[in-house]
C-alpha cells in the first residue's frame, strides 16, 4: 500500500469543522512504562519465588498488522488517528504507479 504525505480530510476539531489538509505519518508504539499501574501490579506478583504467575502469549497466527495512520491538521495541529486495512508493505510518499508502464522483470 502506498499512501501520500499529505490528505484533505475532515478535521473535528472545535477550531476547524471543515475539510483541510492533513499531514500523514505512520503511529508507532511508544515505551512502555515502568510506573504504570498494570506494570507494577505484574512486577509485584512476579517478585520472589513461584515462576510465571501470569500467562505468555506464544499461538501467534497473524503475519501482518493492520496499518494506523497519524493525521495531523496543518491548520489547528489536531491530530486523529486512522485505521486501514491489512497489509504486508506499507509505503508512505513512494513514486506514483503509471496505469500504462511497461512492466520491468
Known amino acids: 500500500v502506498n499512501t501520500p504525505k499529505t490528505r484533505n480530510t475532515f478535521c473535528k476539531s472545535s477550531k476547524c469543522r471543515k475539510h483541510t ?19 507494577r501490579r505484574y512486577d509485584r506478583k512476579q517478585a520472589g519465588f513461584g515462576g ?3 500467562p505468555i502469549f506464544h499461538k501467534k497466527a497473524k503475519t501482518t498488522k493492520k496499518i494506523v495512520l497519524r493525521l495531523e491538521c496543518t491548520k489547528c495541529k489536531y491530530k486523529q488517528q ?7 508493505h ?12 511497461a512492466p520491468s522483470y
Open 52 to 54: 510465571q504467575t501470569k
Open 21 to 39: 489538509p492533513h499531514k500523514v505519518s505512520q503511529y508507532k508504539v511508544g515505551k512502555p512504562s515502568l510506573v504504570a499501574q498494570g506494570k
Open 82 to 88: 486512522l485505521v486501514i486495512k491489512r497489509c504486508k
Open 90 to 101: 506499507f509505503e508512505l510518499g513512494g513514486d506514483k504507479k503509471s496505469k500504462n508502464a
